[in-house]
């Protein structure tokens, strides 16, 4: 089953066992028919009522999954490199999103950022600098962080990036856009769109706002009965998933399920 699936059905069982419900997947439209556009899955009840479930994933900034990419190949292997590690400090590094070119071999500026980098790190004291990693067909600058820490501390290497100007509005936009004419085309007793935070870049709030304020572009917002946020950063580290109400009411209700046991609990009720 994909992952998209799997948090469709760990939503219902958060349902089901924190209210009694009843619902079941009983068709999934999108996977069923690839060649027209159709909502996610359909479930039903004991009673035969109907819901349709779309879900799309709310990303910090436009373009996110093609940066984390590149930044993690580039970038990932520096966390706790060894070669970077300065005793008695603590090594920050850190880029723009966005710094990393496209058609370019990403492995070949791994290596060259790392050299440069382990040529730069035990030269500087601590406080903050900008380095340029030279030889590169394109202009790659580093923000380099040295601090010092105490003898009872161990030494460490981060990296990080710094976010974009706040464009969650327009990815909520394109999300609305995309799906909910898939969602409400299904013919159902009750559309929900399921949205999905896989980062701390945004709480539930901001989603909440940005969907408000593009409700006069969006005026089929009104078909849709529910609207929740799935936040699934625990979902890989501790098998735990949090299920947030954003309409009708704006965190009516907070569930939490532990995926160990499919124990539901309702939070700050």
């Known amino acids: 089953m ?19 419900a009843s619902l079941e997947i009983v068709r999934w439209p999108d996977e069923d028919d690839r060649q027209t556009p159709a909502v996610e899955a359909v479930a039903s009840d004991a009673s035969g009522r109907t819901v349709a479930i779309e879900h799309t994933l709310i990303q910090p900034f436009e373009g996110e999954r093609i940066d984390t990419d590149r930044f993690m190949k580039v970038f990932g292997p520096l ?42 790190v035990p030269t500087l004291g601590d406080g903050d600098s900008l380095e340029n990693i030279t030889g590169l067909p394109f202009t790659l600058n580093v923000e380099l962080g040295i601090e010092r820490h105490g003898p009872e501390e161990a030494d460490h290497v981060w990296v990080w990036r710094s976010l974009p100007a706040d464009t969650l509005k327009d990815v909520v936009r394109q999300a609305l856009r995309t799906k909910l004419p898939k969602l409400l085309a299904e013919q159902t007793n009750r559309h929900i769109l399921l949205l999905e935070q896989a980062d701390y870049a945004h709480g539930h709030a901001s989603v909440r706002i940005a969907i408000d304020e593009l409700s ?39 569930l939490k399920l532990d995926l160990r046991t499919s124990m539901t609990t309702a939070l700050g009720q």
């Open 216 to 254: 006069p572009e969006f005026p089929q917002l009104t078909q849709v009965d529910e609207i929740w946020l799935a936040v699934t950063t625990c979902w890989g580290t501790d098998d735990v998933l949090f299920f947030n109400e954003l309409a009708p009411n704006v965190m009516g209700r907070k």
């Open 79 to 120: 966390e706790g490199c060894a070669d970077l590690m300065k005793p008695g400090y603590n090594v920050r590094v850190g880029v723009k999103v966005g710094a990393i070119s496209t058609g370019i071999r990403w492995e070949a500026v791994a290596d060259r950022v790392r050299s440069t980098l382990t040529n730069i």
């Open 2 to 20: 994909k992952r998209d699936q799997q948090l469709v059905c760990h939503f219902l069982t958060a349902l089901n066992r924190q209210y009694g």
